[in-house]
């Protein structure tokens, strides 16, 4: 059985950690590869990463993809992995890490679980662009996170005309506006004052960007709900954001977004929940006072 290791370049995880990992799971029966990118920093120096994939392999066989480092490094998993069909379990090599669901220090327990015959998977919805006059050539059309579109090189206001099912709701003028998913309301949302939805809520957050308007609250809408934009203002192009990826636009261009027919896989590790983890990383119930 075929498993896959991916990580981003400048995280730097140690080498050690990354072989002593593989090496566990090659004792357990695993044939593992190693995605390019993990192994771009180490290429000069050694010759143990013989087998790799990219972004053009097909990687259909993986029966799970390991994503070493933080909640950047799954969602740039994940563009291996959707395609595919293929889980990802999240081994957090970085900081808050709120996607990742197993720890750098649980590899035994995490070679368990992947050699269960049967593994418990849960799904998490996403986002995508389902018809727009702007060209947005992103090869994966899909967000785990959000959908942002923000100003860009200027300090002037932006304006996006919204509509919710063909019905128009608003004119969010200020920096820009955040479409996000219950999984990335833990994200971007939250860090411009969006509610915290637990990620089996089948709704979409829209949340402004410093809107120039203090009446302009976060929404939470059904996430069945087509939702249509325009980006105005004084500026040609405006940033358009698919999670960690991002492109700049033309103004005045209408955009739709619903639901993907795509959901990305995680697999579901012992002793994670939810409500443990958001206690956790953001410190609720501690007195930092002091």
Same mark, same amino acid.
């Given at each position: 059985?075929?498993?896959?290791?991916?990580?981003?370049?400048?995280?730097? +995880?140690?080498?050690?950690? /990354?072989?002593?990992?593989?090496?566990?799971?090659? &004792?357990? %029966? #695993?044939?593992?590869?190693?995605?390019?990118s993990?192994?771009?920093?180490?290429?000069?120096?050694?010759?143990?990463?013989? &087998?790799?994939?990219?972004?053009?392999?097909?990687? @259909?066989?993986?029966?799970?993809?390991?994503s070493?480092?933080?909640?950047?490094?799954?969602?740039?998993?994940?563009l291996?992995?959707?395609?595919?069909?293929?889980?990802?379990?999240?081994?957090? #090599?970085?900081?808050l890490?709120?996607?990742?669901?197993?720890?750098?220090?649980? =590899?035994?327990?995490?070679?368990?679980?992947?050699?269960?015959?049967?593994?418990s998977?849960?799904?998490?919805?996403?986002?995508?662009?389902?018809? @727009?006059?702007?060209?947005?050539? #992103?090869?994966?059309?899909?967000?785990?996170?959000?959908i942002?579109i923000?100003? &860009?090189?200027?300090?002037?206001m /932006?304006?996006?005309?919204?509509? +919710?099912?063909d019905?128009?709701?608003?004119?969010?003028?200020? $920096?820009?506006? !955040?479409?996000?998913?219950?999984?990335?309301?833990?994200? =971007?949302?939250? @860090?411009c004052?969006?509610?915290?939805?637990?990620?089996?809520?089948?709704?979409?957050?829209?949340?402004?960007?410093?809107p120039?308007?203090?009446s302009?609250?976060?929404?939470? +809408?059904?996430?069945?709900?087509?939702?249509? /934009?325009?980006?105005?203002?004084?500026?040609?192009k *405006?940033?358009?954001?698919? $999670? @960690?990826?991002?492109?700049? /636009?033309?103004?005045?261009?209408?955009l739709? !977004?619903?639901?993907s027919?795509?959901?990305?896989?995680? *697999? $579901?590790?012992?002793?994670?929940?939810f %409500?443990?983890? +958001?206690?956790?990383?953001?410190?609720?119930?501690? $007195?930092? &006072?002091?």
């Amino acid at each position: 059985m075929n498993i896959g290791l991916h990580a981003l370049p400048f995280h730097q +995880i140690p080498k050690d950690q /990354i072989l002593a990992l593989s090496d566990m799971l090659e &004792r357990a %029966g #695993f044939l593992v590869y190693f995605s390019q990118s993990l192994v771009r920093p180490f290429e000069k120096f050694t010759t143990n990463f013989s &087998r790799t994939f990219n972004l053009e392999s097909d990687i @259909s066989s993986f029966k799970a993809i390991l994503s070493l480092g933080g909640d950047g490094t799954i969602l740039d998993s994940l563009l291996y992995a959707v395609p595919a069909k293929v889980p990802i379990l999240g081994i957090n #090599f970085g900081r808050l890490g709120f996607l990742a669901t197993a720890q750098s220090t649980e =590899y035994e327990a995490i070679v368990s679980v992947l050699q269960k015959e049967t593994m418990s998977i849960f799904h998490r919805p996403l986002l995508e662009i389902s018809n @727009s006059e702007e060209a947005i050539s #992103f090869p994966q059309n899909f967000a785990l996170n959000e959908i942002a579109i923000t100003k &860009r090189d200027t300090a002037s206001m /932006i304006t996006i005309e919204t509509f +919710i099912e063909d019905e128009f709701l608003n004119d969010y003028w200020g $920096d820009g506006l !955040i479409i996000s998913t219950a999984t990335g309301s833990t994200g =971007y949302s939250l @860090s411009c004052g969006g509610p915290i939805l637990v990620p089996e809520n089948e709704s979409v957050v829209l949340t402004p960007v410093s809107p120039h308007n203090l009446s302009m609250r976060p929404l939470v +809408i059904p996430d069945k709900i087509k939702i249509k /934009i325009k980006p105005k203002g004084r500026q040609q192009k *405006v940033m358009f954001s698919m $999670d @960690s990826r991002s492109k700049p /636009i033309l103004i005045n261009k209408f955009l739709e !977004i619903k639901k993907s027919h795509l959901a990305a896989n995680f *697999v $579901d590790f012992p002793n994670y929940s939810f %409500g443990k983890t +958001i206690r956790e990383k953001l410190f609720w119930g501690k $007195d930092l &006072r002091n």
